[in-house]
């Protein structure tokens, strides 16, 4: 019996396979999606590292590019288990659920820093909808976020680790 070796669809004989661009492109907008970013921010973003680490030798720019997406103030609030998704973990910053280190914060693609605590407002710890989140985290939190699920507040202890 022989294997037909096309893919499946009217098209699927025609397809070729990516080339190591097409490989790369694809790969940078699967990064832009899973973080929510525009071209602009990416770009912005990775040039931002390249004049930072440009002389560390002991960071490589992927590794730097991870820890700064993953110390963004969206990405805490997900990584924590304080948000189901990326999505609403940036519309509940985006409409001031949160506080940072007790003060208003309602910039999701601001920076978090070592140290830094992110909590819920008081007035929404009692919503079922967020404690739901915190309790269905189950212990889920990457090592460099230490969160709090009584108080519903995420620390952020170190860099993040790929």
Known sequence: MKK???????HGANMQRSSEYGKLL???QVLKRMYM???RQFVRIVREIAAKYAKNKNITHDTALFQFLERRMDSVVYRSGLAK??????QMVN????LLNGKKHNIPSSFVAIGDKISLK???KSSTLY???AAESKGKTPSWVKL??????AEMLNDPQV
């Not at 998704?85 to 940036?90: G, K, N, S, V």
């Not at 409409?95 to 949160?98: D, E, I, L, Q």
């Open 95 to 98: 409409h001031g659920h949160f």
């Open 148 to 153: 709090d699920k009584a108080a519903n507040i």
């Open 4 to 10: 037909n070796r096309s893919l499946p669809g009217q």
């Open 37 to 39: 970013l525009s071209e």
């Open 85 to 90: 998704t990326i999505m609403q973990a940036r």
């Open 131 to 133: 404690s739901q989140n």
């Open 26 to 28: 694809r790969n940078k």
């Open 122 to 124: 008081e007035k929404l």
